[in-house]
Nanobody
Framework: QVQLVESGGGLVQAGGSLRLSCAAS????????MGWHRQAPGKQRELVATITGDGSTNYADSVKGRFAISRDNAKNTVYLQMNSLKPEDTAVYYCRGRVVPTTTRAVYDYWGQGTQVTVSS
């Protein structure tokens, strides 16, 4: 069993910063890419940022230059530093991990339960 648990969401004023964390735990053999997605009310879930095991990153155009994704492989944890937040960043943020469990050598996508980020104007 593999679990991803997010933390760090909350309410912040426009222009402020938040840092999200997502820790993977359980029967993990290895983790490939990890990433963050978000879903605003009435909208589809969208990719925010991803990071591979060797540290290569990818960002949605809407967050480039404001958000930074990083990971600590020793802790199986991925972070999302969000700066210069805008009201349109308001959403539930979900962590995703491409994980190989110890019980199988196949790769599976696991998702966290989500954490709310609200940016007030």
């Amino acid at each position: 069993q593999v679990q991803l648990v997010e933390s760090g969401g909350g309410l912040v004023q426009a222009g402020g910063s938040l840092r999200l964390s997502c820790a993977a735990s359980g029967s993990i053999f290895s983790i490939y890419a990890m990433g963050w997605h978000r879903q605003a009310p009435g909208k589809q879930r969208e990719l925010v940022a991803t990071i591979t095991g060797d540290g290569s990153t990818n960002y949605a155009d809407s967050v480039k230059g404001r958000f930074a994704i990083s990971r600590d492989n020793a802790k199986n944890t991925v972070y999302l530093q969000m700066n210069s937040l805008k009201p349109e960043d308001t959403a539930v943020y979900y962590c995703r991990g491409r994980v190989v469990p110890t019980t199988t050598r196949a790769v599976y996508d696991y998702w966290g339960q989500g954490t709310q980020v609200t940016v007030s104007s």
